[in-house]
């Protein structure tokens, strides 16, 4: 939902663009960190959502830690002044360039995926004269039931260190003399709406952190991850998602032996729903079965539709009239892909409207490309 004042003020700007609502942004930060809060829970954003420096400011504003999957994103949370003690750094592949970046601002863990990374880290741990703190990342097999692609706990996943090599990689962590083991990492999927997942995952946690307690080892961290997901369908009556029951739920299922942290990696949940893409119909074309409204974003500046089918709501801003005709609402690009959705329901639209792709503040924008050569799509606030 979009004020009076807010559409004047969008006529005036350069489409495509993204906007970023920040008061809703803020409601959501203080209604998450006030449910997080309840029960101790240290809450990491995870950057790669949204790592623009506005939001990155608001995150640190209310005390997030910051989730990091590259060299470029730990750097960016060391300019945005996250506290080095609240970076943590996950990804499958880290390059030396990277880890070597990680150890030189001391970041708080290092959440790694497989035996070759331990040695790796270890040895340039050495080299740098510095202990690596490092929790490990194991695949649960636990279900997320979301799309194939976004799905991350399974034993086919690239991720993760299996649950029957855990002892092993114990046992060979009492060589690799420059690494303290502080923690077990888990994440399972993301864009989760059946709370049901994310009891499993505690379920196989305990087991886990049980499995430990009888070697008498005691992680300081449990890291269960993200991957709470929103209502692309209803993004005005549903901006801010049921924190409450979320880590309610974690309360209610994960044991923890006393001591321990619990901390999550929320990336979606945190952003998705204050940002929009909004674009201009360009072309009103006929189509044989519904008509085409062609707008000036493509998947260049929003590829979830593209690449994981993915619904996102799409209204007219200028035409605030019902919605009694169908148009196939696609983008520029040179690829039929390029279609952010089909028999969309929008009151009469021509050329010069403005349209809002909702939902669009996480893995918008930093999914962003310019193939094509099509340009970026400008960042905007709310004022
Ligand atoms: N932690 C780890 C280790 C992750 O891999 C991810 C996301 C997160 C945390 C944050 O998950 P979230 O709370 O945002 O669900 N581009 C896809 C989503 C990819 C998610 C990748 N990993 C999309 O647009 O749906």
Redesign the pocket.
Known sequence: MFSADTLTRFNTIKTPFYYYNLDVLGQTLKQASTSAGKYNYHVHY?L??NSNDKVLELMNHYGFGA?C?SGGEVQRAVDCNFSSNKIVF?GVGKSDDEINLALANNIFCF?VESVAELKVLNELAVAANKTARIAL?INPNVNANT?K??T?GLEENK?GINVWELDGVLNLLNNLSSLEFIGL?F?I????TDLSVFKNLCLRVNELNQHLASKRITPKIINV?????INYHEPDSQAIPDFEAYFGLFNQFLEVQPGQEVHF?????LVAQCGSLITKVLYIKNGIKTNFAIVDAGMNNLI?PA??Q?YHKIENLTNLNAAVEKYDVVGPICESSDCFGKAVALPPTVRGHLIAIRSAG??GEV?ASDYNLKPRAEAVYSV
């Open positions: 995870a790669k959502a989730d999957v996950a959440n990342r799309h692609y976004i991350t991720f990492h994440h999927g993301s864009q989760i991850g993200g991957g709470l997901g990696e929320l990336g979606r949940a979830r690449l994981y993915a996480a893995y999914m």
